[in-house]
């Protein structure tokens, strides 16, 4: 089982930067890939990255490349989603999840899954 928790997200202006954080908790983290998603309203949930623990490879999707950015705290179990020059079309909730596996883009491969966290860009 795993746990995840996160936090940040709030409305931003177009331009401007928001950061969320997940943390996690529970077995065998160091196997598991840990992933964002969001999903807008009317819209699929989207992977926007994921980190292979066992080996710290980072994914970006092409939609966020340059403008999003993934890290983690090993030492927390904490990864940080930072977003900056948000644009109008990354409004959604966010996600953080977990799968016992490696790299994945599909939502419905991953079993755990955070609360969510609202981003709104808004002018």
């Known amino acids: 089982q795993v746990q995840l928790v996160e936090s940040g997200g709030g409305v931003v202006q177009p331009g401007g930067s928001l950061g969320l954080s997940c943390t996690a908790s529970g077995d065998r983290l160091h196997w598991h890939t840990i992933a964002w998603f969001r999903q807008a309203p009317g819209k699929e949930r989207e992977a926007v990255s994921c980190?292979?623990?066992?080996?710290?490879?980072?994914y970006v999707a092409d939609s966020v490349k340059g403008r999003f950015t993934v890290s983690r705290d090993n030492a927390n179990n904490t990864y940080f989603l930072q977003m900056n020059a948000l644009e109008p079309e990354d409004t959604a909730v966010y996600y953080c999840a977990a799968r016992d596996a490696g790299s994945s883009w599909s939502a419905s491969s991953y079993d755990y899954w955070g609360q969510g966290t609202q981003v709104t860009v808004s002018s």
């Open positions: 980190i292979t623990n066992f080996n710290g490879l980072i």
